[in-house]
């Protein structure tokens, strides 16, 4: 696995991973099948994360939503 996990860290959003913003955890296998985030704001450079649980937004339509949307995409509130 690339990078350092960070033991009880929480999430940082937005962070910066392939030069991309990121809004949610990701599951991108970088670290295994389980879902992951940065805990700094840029991944990139600092390549220190940690596992997603289930409070943490994950990648698919919370992603796609628009960083306006109150909501964060999850759910039909």
Known sequence: MKGEAASGEPCHFPFRYQRKMHHSCLRDGLH???????????????????RCGEDKRLTGAAANASPSDPSGGVGGE
Do not use: E
């Open 32 to 50: 295994g099948c389980q879902s992951w985030c940065a805990t700094t704001k840029n991944y990139d450079r600092d390549h220190k994360w940690t």
